[in-house]
């Protein structure tokens, strides 16, 4: 089976961490016999597997092509500058995302990303831990409505950074969406390309053309709606009556209409009717 860099499957880096990273020192892939299901696994570098070996079962954005679970749906977040930022799996139960980096050729990444997100989670008063996985650690973080967890991989000149999030409990580590989350892990292939970019850049994402056809038509589908709503409402606008005053000889003063009550907006924000 094909699988990563073996030369970059243990880390031995010595930089300065925080307790708890120490306190899990050696909890890598390979390290424990739990990780036997993952240790021959991705995910998988493109140029040892080659582009003909990639198939058709994955989805491919470019730098990263990521397998879809059963019943999966795509979600695809765009950028104000009309790229797409992001395309994240969404399951029953909760929401994947897989996004590569650049990185150095040696590993260590991952654990000093993995410390500055546990200090970020921690000072917007969410629940932090490490706990271990089958690639190392991963960092869980939740709060009394969400829950997240970040599981990182280094890889040659990459590092891919897989987040789950769903409602309180969705990310446990034993939650079926962590077991999805594992399994889309782990047959991810990384397209990592010879363009040179700083450590910690975002590899490029690039949406296949069907797809982005389908979020094209629908932008111009919302585009003609409203169109179609603001000509609505200049053409009201054109045959609103003049502005009540004193009535004419032989006029009669029209009846006074009732004044319409504003509508009320949906309660929160869009995040917090998501759930997070």
């Known amino acids: 089976m094909f699988g990563r860099r073996r030369k970059n ?31 021959d696994g991705g995910p998988y570098d493109i140029d040892e597997i080659g582009e003909d070996e990639v198939g058709t079962s994955r989805l491919d954005l470019g730098s990263v092509l990521v397998p879809i679970p059963q019943g999966g749906q795509i979600q695809v977040e765009m950028a104000p500058n009309g790229n797409p930022q992001a395309v994240h799996l969404v ?7 897989v996004a590569a980096y650049a990185a150095p050729k040696s590993p260590g ?13 921690r000072n917007d008063n969410a629940t932090v831990s490490m706990e271990t996985g089958p690639w190392g650690r991963e960092l869980h973080g939740s709060t009394p409505n969400a829950d ?35 399994a889309v892990l782990a047959d991810t292939v990384v397209r990592r390309g010879t363009e040179p970019h700083p450590v910690r850049t975002p590899l490029p994402v690039v ?21 179609a709503r603001q000509a609505g409402g ?32 949906g309660s929160g924000s869009a995040m917090q009717q998501l759930g997070f």
Not at 152 to 180: F, H, K, Q, T
Not at 238 to 257: M, S
Request: glycine share 8%; charged share 20%; net charge negative.
């Open 9 to 39: 499957r243990t880390d031995h880096t010595t930089d300065a961490t925080t307790d708890e990273f120490e306190r899990i020192e050696g909890s890598y892939a390979g390290d424990h016999s739990d990780d036997a299901a993952f240790a």
């Open 91 to 97: 399951t029953q139960h909760g929401r994947i995302t």
């Open 109 to 121: 990444q991952w654990r000093e990303v993995a410390a500055e997100l546990s200090e970020t989670l």
């Open 148 to 182: 997240m967890r970040f599981i990182g991989v280094d890889g040659y000149r990459w590092m891919i950074r897989c987040v789950a999030a769903g409602p309180a409990g969705a990310a446990e580590a034993n939650s079926p969406l962590i077991a999805a989350a594992h």
């Open 207 to 227: 949406l296949p053309q069907a797809l982005a056809d389908q979020l094209a038509a629908a932008a111009a589908q919302q585009q003609q709606q409203q169109a």
């Open 234 to 265: 200049q053409q009201q606008g054109q045959v609103r009556p003049q502005q009540q005053g004193a009535p004419t000889a032989g006029q009669q003063a029209p009846p006074a209409r009732p004044q319409p009550r504003p509508r009320t907006g």
